[in-house]
């Protein structure tokens, strides 16, 4: 089984609202990730968690907060964001991260978001 | 830093024959990982195949295959009977061997965009 399940499929928000993104895994993966992909490009990369605590922020603006509250589950908390932020958030699941042997990335459906 | 080039932005195949995308990469490691993903109009990136440097055998995965060229840095998919699901966006990633540090990262190519014509 290699599930990324991502909540919601679809957002629209406005340059004030206060949104959150969610992501879970029950693979026993100890390394998660924000990935933001803007139309026919690839994935950039936001964050990553690795056994729960914060080891990569790729400079990305603290609009863009990220929170993992237990080794399954991964939250983007939105606020205050700009509509050029629009995008598929894309989120994965990996073994482990930073440390020891890299492993592969599985990636969830993805949540695509709207700012107005 | 490590970059990974895909000069193809789109192809096409006619339904049940073979295509080729082609994938270099500019590393000074030797130890890494190459892997390529699907993302069909739904977004969802998929795991297509993956290869360890290490490995001299070319990675198979029913339909997809590789031809690994570790001293040309050519990592190329194939793709035999091609199918109308097989339409996708594919990527080319590259992501280190080595332990730790920024070696997390997946560098992605900049995608081909294939179209299977029935």
């Known amino acids: 089984d290699t599930e990324v399940t991502q909540t919601p499929k679809h957002l629209v928000m406005g340059m004030t609202n206060k949104k959150s993104l969610k992501c879970e895994q029950h693979?026993?993966?100890?390394?998660m990730y924000w990935y933001k992909q803007k139309a026919k490009k690839p994935p950039e990369l936001m964050f990553v968690?690795?056994?729960?605590?914060?080891?990569i922020n790729e400079s990305v603006p603290s609009r863009f907060s990220p929170e993992c509250p237990n080794s399954s589950l991964l939250n983007l908390h939105l606020h205050a964001l700009q509509p050029e932020d629009s995008a598929l958030y894309l989120c994965a699941s990996s073994r482990q991260a930073v440390t020891g042997t890299p492993t592969t990335q599985y990636f969830g459906p993805g949540t695509r978001l709207l700012v107005l | 830093a490590q970059t990974v080039t895909q000069s193809q932005p789109e192809m096409s195949v006619q339904e049940a024959e073979t295509v080729t995308l082609s994938c270099t990469y500019d590393t000074s490691e030797s130890d890494y990982y190459l892997f390529w993903y699907k993302q069909p109009p739904s977004r969802q990136m998929i795991l297509v195949i993956r290869q360890e440097a290490y490995k001299q055998q070319n990675a198979t995965e029913n339909r997809f295959s590789v031809n690994f060229q570790k001293a040309a840095k050519s990592f190329s998919l194939k793709i035999s009977d091609s199918q109308l699901g097989d339409a996708a966006m594919y990527f080319c990633?590259?992501?280190?061997?080595?332990?730790?540090?920024?070696?997390?990262?997946?560098?992605f190519g900049k995608g081909t965009l294939l179209t299977v014509n029935p």
């Open positions: 968690y690795s056994y729960e605590k914060l080891s």
């Open positions: 990633a590259y992501r280190s061997g080595l332990e730790g540090g920024s070696n997390y990262k997946l560098t």
């Open positions: 693979m026993g993966h100890r390394a």
